[in-house]
């Protein structure tokens, strides 16, 4: 039984970059948050609760980390594939 790409090339290598420059920017969002930066937390009408949310945008940092991770699978199996290898379970 052979196993095929679930996502074309062109998605997984789109999703790979989103992935990546966004796992960055929530990262940097969320370190902003926890060492309260003014820009963040400056307002007041923003939240009392910076250190929260900073652990959210971690979170979600991780999560995209997470997508560029199988996305880059993925990337990994569309060349497989390409050079007449058969992935087998």
Not at 40 to 58: L, N, R
């Amino acid at each position: 039984m052979g196993l095929k790409p679930w996502v074309t090339f062109e998605n997984a290598l789109q999703y790979s970059f989103l992935g990546f420059f966004g796992a960055i920017i929530l990262a940097e969002m969320g370190w902003g948050f926890d060492h309260e930066w003014e820009v963040f937390t400056g307002s007041t009408e923003d939240t009392k609760h910076p250190k929260q949310i900073a652990h959210v945008c971690y979170g979600a940092a991780i999560f995209y980390v997470a997508l560029t991770a199988f996305c880059g699978c993925q990337l990994g199996v569309h060349s497989r594939v390409a050079k007449g290898g058969n992935i087998q379970l």
